[in-house]
Structure formats: structure tokens, C-alpha cells
């Protein structure tokens, strides 16, 4: 085997070599895009999601007020009724 032989089968055997170690990277990188846009997509469905959760846990509170006034209310207008049923 000459020395012209040998370089070009190195060369050859680099070519692919080469081309494999960019398409493993390639892969690489696209995996990463990936778990980085799924990362991004999750926080904001996180954010989204406690956002919804004050506004429900403000709705709550909201509604607990109603509901101590409704029955503060209640036993006021329950002192008014005399003991024989009649206002």
C-alpha cells in the first residue's frame, strides 16, 4: 500500500468519522432545544396556573366575607323575632 493509498484512505475514514461526530452533535443539541422549549412551556403553565390560583383564593375570601355578613345578619334578625314566633 503507497503512501498516496493510505492518505486517501484516512481521509476517507475522517470523512465519516467527522460527519458522525455532527450528526451525534446535531442530535445533541436538538435533545437540548427540546427540554429547553419543554422547560419554558412548563413554566408557564406554572405561572398561569398560580396566577389563576390567587385569583381563585381571592374569590374565596370574597365569598367567606359574604358569608359572615349573611350570617352575622341572620342572627341579628333572629333577636327580633319574640320567643312566640311573631315580629
Do not use: C, F
Amino acid at each position: 500500500m503507497d503512501a498516496t493509498t493510505l492518505g486517501s484512505l484516512l481521509v476517507g475514514v475522517g470523512a465519516v468519522v467527522g460527519g458522525v461526530v455532527a450528526y451525534l452533535g446535531k442530535r445533541g443539541e436538538n435533545a437540548l432545544t427540546g427540554y429547553s422549549s419543554l422547560t419554558n412551556d412548563l413554566q408557564e403553565e406554572r405561572d398561569a396556573l398560580k396566577a389563576e390560583r390567587t385569583e381563585l383564593n381571592a374569590k374565596l375570601a370574597e365569598m367567606a366575607a359574604h358569608r359572615a355578613a349573611d350570617q352575622a345578619e341572620i342572627a341579628r334578625l333572629r333577636t327580633l323575632i319574640p320567643p312566640g314566633g311573631q315580629p
